[in-house]
């Protein structure tokens, strides 16, 4: 049964009728149709007849996460239910922009996120989403790659389908896919936390580097993935493509070209964070890698980004690539200097044109790293030099090399010099270096 352009359906509590445009699509639990509501536009999602296995369970789950709203900006959000007819029901939720690719798209190549600064930012925002799933008690059960949605040219995230979003422990019969389950759930545990973190590190893992950490040459072997296998594989005996201490199933050239050819290109502090959670965190689920503690590596990738001149995006680690102070720009291969660095307790910033600072490096205790608070700028006049604009609301205290002193108010500048100290409004204490 399909919906005609034109029908009406009444919409639950409100005693008015949202009325039906166009079907948009298809899934494996029902039908989206493109919808007009009290003027405006949405997306309606109505369940097949029968194909939910708890539909009392799942539809007081549902009603309740509409009261709750949503976890963060980035889930497209229940908004509404429908009252019950024909059998079903269904939920309307806000219309998914175009610019919006999925990222099956992306693993698929047939999209391209091109600037790290894109690539990053959508990693923050599925990690900033997890932190606020997860303070809410809930977990997303159904993670994969046709459920995430983002636009290439900046990294915007949009998370869709979170009709299976519910509270730790509840189960809606919902199985997930094997590929970015923890592998204790695959084996048969009801997923929390911790196998979140999992999850969660899978898909961080696909979105950097387009490859599984678990497929590699082991996995290319078992020429069907059955089901036997996959429990094998992302079960019983997984292992990290990238495991220093286990060479099984390492990546196999002319198969898994992109893990080759960008695992080298991140810094280790990050390349340490998958093989923790991928070798040691498989067994141990108290030493993955907690969604804080991807929120920090991230901010910390942001603060690595040099734009050379040619406009491409590098990573300028100390530990880097090259480690003996330049690299080459990735993109047109000119050398590089290794940036000074403005370094905090927690945080080191290269200083290089175009890069922020974010209340996260500015105020103490904070791990906002959206609120801009200040930003490395080139002299209008000398493009040589550089400073660092106070674009937060309160006056930092800086002192010079020479033990002179001085206060930056909020709009004015200071000069970017090694051996600076600046003592910023919210707190935190950095040197130039
Ligand atoms: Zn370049």
């Not at 996959?230 to 286990?246: K, M, Q, T």
Request: hydrophobic share 40%.
């Amino acid at each position: 049964m399909e919906f005609e352009s034109g029908h009406r359906i009444k919409v639950a509590g409100a005693g008015d009728f949202l009325t039906v445009q166009e079907k948009l699509g298809e899934g494996g639990q029902g039908t989206v149709y493109r919808v007009v509501y009290r003027e405006k536009e949405y997306a309606l999602k109505w369940f097949f007849p029968g194909t939910l296995k708890c539909p009392e369970e799942f539809h007081v789950n549902l009603k309740r996460n509409i009261l709750d709203g949503p976890p963060a900006p980035a889930f497209l959000w229940p908004l509404f239910l429908t009252e019950e007819t024909e059998g079903s029901f269904g939920y309307l939720m806000e219309l998914r922009p175009q610019r919006f690719c999925s990222f099956t798209d992306i693993l698929n190549a047939k999209e391209r996120i091109v600037k790290h600064s894109a690539r990053v930012n959508a990693a923050l925002t599925i990690v900033e989403s997890f932190i606020a799933l997860h303070r809410q008690g809930k977990s997303y059960q159904d993670l994969n790659d046709g459920n995430f949605f983002l636009d290439p040219s900046d990294g915007s995230v949009l998370i869709c389908d979170n009709d299976n979003v519910a509270p730790y422990g509840v189960n809606l019969g919902i199985a997930g896919k094997c590929r970015y389950m923890a592998p204790e759930v695959v084996l048969g545990e009801k997923p929390g936390m911790q196998s979140d973190y999992f999850s969660l590190a899978v898909m961080l893992f696909l979105l950097l580097f387009l490859s599984h950490p678990l497929e590699g040459e082991k996995v290319i072997k078992s020429v069907c993935l059955t089901d036997r296998h996959e429990v094998r594989h992302y079960g019983n005996s997984p292992v990290f493509i990238f495991d220093p201490a286990n060479a099984s199933n390492r990546p196999v050239r002319g198969v898994h070209n992109n893990a080759i050819a960008l695992w080298p290109l991140y810094p280790a502090f990050l390349r340490e964070a998958f093989v923790r959670s991928f070798t040691e965190g498989i067994q141990r689920k108290e030493r993955r890698v907690s969604d804080n503690e991807w929120l920090r590596l991230f901010i910390r990738l942001r603060d690595e980004i040099v734009v050379c001149g040619c406009g491409g995006e590098n990573f300028a680690c100390p530990e880097g690539p090259s480690g003996d102070g330049t690299f080459r720009c990735l993109s047109c291969g000119a050398a590089l200097t290794a940036p000074l660095r403005l370094n905090t307790q927690k945080f080191s910033v290269a200083i290089a044109p175009g890069n922020r600072l974010y209340d996260c490096h500015t105020s103490e205790g904070s791990m906002d790293c959206r609120t801009v608070t200040g930003e490395i700028i080139r002299n209008k006049k000398n493009p040589a030099l550089w400073g660092i604009r106070n674009l937060s609301d309160s006056p930092w205290n800086t002192g010079m090399p020479d033990g002179t002193g001085r206060e930056v108010l909020p709009g004015a500048a200071l000069p970017a010099f090694r051996g600076i100290h600046i003592v910023f409004g919210g707190g935190c204490r950095a040197e130039i270096v």
